[in-house]
Every structure is written in structure tokens, then in C-alpha cells.
């Protein structure tokens, strides 16, 4: 019994000797997980956001982002997000409209027309607060944005009006939304992990996808499709989603550092952003591939009609609609 005390006694010596030699042991390791390779926007708004915990309260956090889906897709990640497993998400809204309708409100094509509106209604703090109702219940919210840009169509073939689109397989973000709109325009949606969509084109699965500019050259989908044109039927952001388990289980001051560092990487991640997209269009057009300008108005009108359907499939989103709506109209 006695040997046994000393024993449990020594060893708890050893632990705590072992913790204070190397503090790193007592920190709790927070992760972030996102889609993107190391030069993505996305990416450097999390470094920014990596910074500013460790500045605050490095003693207590280790903070590791894993780029290139290494965690996995993030249809699954979000599932790890809600048990906590991974704290931090950077994820498109079109993904998270299956776990929770609201956010299939910027799927809605056209909603808006203009990015600087776009951008301005994003960024704003209350609209995440309005997208997070459900966070108790979801196990996750909205902490910020980072801009996608405008998404638009490219394919293997032109695609120069609606009637090019006609037939041909499309590659959406999962989501009902996605779904219906691409069937709108008159081609087979085709929904796929973002992971996916490479082999997919080049194999044939699909004639073409949607996406921003950075799809064609940090996915490489460039290589495939040399036509791009310049809808801009979608403008949806990926948003940093926190695990609400995590942030629960942290101290309120420590849950404010980081609501303050997801606002540090969403202005980190729009510099960044507008920069590289002017250099990925350049180094798209080295890769061969064609831009087009078009009549924006003759895709918008064929889609326009769904949106009354769609409000009423998920009524959810309505009151978001209808601000984005309003805020897209007073910031042309
Ligand atoms: C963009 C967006 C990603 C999204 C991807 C996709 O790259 O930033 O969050 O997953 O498009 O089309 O799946």
C-alpha cells in the first residue's frame, strides 16, 4: 500500500516535471480545417487568425490549421466541427445548407448583383449573428467571412448564352439550392465534393463546373476547362465556423479572443483576396484558358422565376432574402 502511494506520488512528480519542462503539453490544441492550398486567401486568414490567438494567449493554445482537405471534405469536417473534435472551419454556405436551411440563402442565384454589395453585407458582424440562431442546436457558428468572389461557369466547351448550357453535366456544391438552380439553366447538376471535381472533369464525368477564378489555377481545373465566362450567378461566402462545443468550454475571455481573431482573418483573407485575384485571371490566361464577358441579364432571367419556388421550399431564409435584397438594391 505504502510502496503503491509513493509510487502514485512519483509519478505525479514526473507529469507535472514533465508539463513545466514543456509547456506545450499543458495547451490545448485548437484545430482549423479548410479546403485550400497554402496561397489561397483562405488560408492566409487563418494564419492571421493562428496569430492573433498565440499573441493573445499562447501560453494556453496551440492553434494548427490543416489546408487541402486533410481533415477531409467538408460536408464531414462540419460534423466534426459540431462534436468538437475540430474547433475551426472555413466552409461555404452552399455546404452548410443541409445541416441547417438558413445559410442556403446565398445560393440563391442572383441575390446579388454587385460584389461590393455583396462584400459590404458579409461583413457584417449581425448578419452572422442572424445566420447563427440555431448555433445551440447546429453546434456551430458564424464567426465571420471570407469572400469567394463571384462564381461563374467554365466548361470544356464555350459557353456564350444559356442555350450553351443546355444538356451538359455540371458540377454544383452540394445543396438543394445548388440543385435546382443549375437544373434552372437547363444543364444535369452534378453534385461533388470540391475535392472531386479535377478527376471528374477530366475523366468526363462532367462537361463543366462553377466556381471563381482560383478554381481554374490552385485546383488546376484550368488545365481541363479553357472557357470561362463571366455570369456571376452566385456570390456565397465561406464562412469561419466555430464548434459550439469548444467555444463552450472556454472561458468568456478566452471565447472573445477568438470571435476577435475571426474578425482579424476575415479583413486579412478580403486584402488578400483582391490581390490574388487579378494574378490568378493572368495565370489562368497562361494556361490557355478564355475569358468571356456576357449578357449577365439573359442567365439572370432564366433563373429569376425560382427564386419565389425557392422561398417557399425553405421559408427559412426568407427574412435574409429579403435583407440581402434590399442591402444589394442601395449599394449598386
Ligand atoms: C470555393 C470555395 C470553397 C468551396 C468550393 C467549391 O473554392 O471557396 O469553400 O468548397 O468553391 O466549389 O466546393
Redesign the pocket.
Known amino acids: 500500500m505504502k510502496i503503491k502511494k509513493l509510487l502514485g506520488a512519483a509519478l505525479a512528480m514526473a507529469v507535472l516535471a514533465a508539463v513545466s519542462a514543456s509547456p506545450s503539453m499543458a495547451k490545448t490544441t485548437v484545430r482549423i480545417s ?3 492550398i497554402e496561397t ?1 486567401p ?1 488560408h492566409i486568414g487563418f494564419v492571421a487568425f493562428k496569430d492573433y490567438v498565440e499573441q493573445k494567449a499562447g501560453d494556453k493554445y496551440d492553434v494548427q490549421i490543416f489546408p487541402n482537405s486533410t481533415l477531409g471534405a ?1 460536408e464531414k469536417v462540419l460534423e466534426l466541427v459540431k462534436q468538437g473534435v475540430v474547433q475551426f472551419l ?3 454556405t ?2 452548410i445548407e443541409s445541416f441547417d436551411k438558413i445559410y442556403g440563402v446565398f445560393s440563391v442565384p442572383y441575390l446579388f448583383t454587385s460584389e461590393k454589395a455583396y462584400e459590404g453585407f458579409v461583413t457584417q458582424p449581425e448578419i452572422m449573428e442572424k445566420l447563427s440562431v440555431n448555433a445551440d442546436k447546429d453546434g456551430f457558428v458564424a464567426l465571420g467571412a ?1 469572400t ?2 463571384t ?1 461563374n461557369f467554365y466548361s470544356k466547351t464555350p459557353i456564350k448564352s444559356v442555350a450553351d448550357l443546355s444538356g451538359k453535366k455540371f ?4 445543396g438543394p439550392t445548388n440543385v435546382a438552380m443549375m437544373n434552372a439553366f437547363g444543364a444535369a447538376a452534378t453534385p461533388m ?2 475535392g472531386e ?1 479535377y478527376s471528374a472533369l477530366q475523366q468526363g464525368v462532367i462537361d463543366g ?4 477564378e ?2 481554374l489555377t ?2 488546376k481545373h484550368g488545365e481541363v476547362c479553357k472557357y470561362f465566362t463571366y455570369d456571376g450567378h452566385q456570390m ?1 461566402p ?1 464562412l469561419i465556423v466555430g464548434s459550439t462545443k469548444f467555444l463552450k468550454s472556454i472561458p468568456e475571455a478566452d471565447q472573445k479572443i477568438f470571435r476577435e481573431a475571426a474578425q482579424v482573418a476575415q479583413k486579412a483573407e478580403f486584402e488578400a483576396w483582391h490581390k490574388r485575384i487579378a494574378e490568378a485571371k493572368e495565370q489562368a490566361k497562361k494556361m490557355g484558358v478564355q475569358f468571356f464577358n456576357v449578357d449577365t441579364a439573359e442567365f439572370r432571367n432564366k433563373v429569376l422565376p425560382l427564386h419565389e419556388q425557392l422561398l417557399k421550399e425553405n421559408p427559412a431564409m426568407k427574412a435574409l432574402y429579403d435583407e440581402a435584397s434590399a442591402y444589394n438594391e442601395a449599394h449598386k
Open positions: 479548410h479546403t485550400q489561397h483562405d467538408n472555413s466552409v461555404s452552399a455546404n471570407f469567394a468572389g462564381r458540377r454544383v456544391q452540394s465534393s470540391f471535381v463546373a462553377e466556381n471563381n482560383l478554381a490552385d485546383q456565397c465561406d
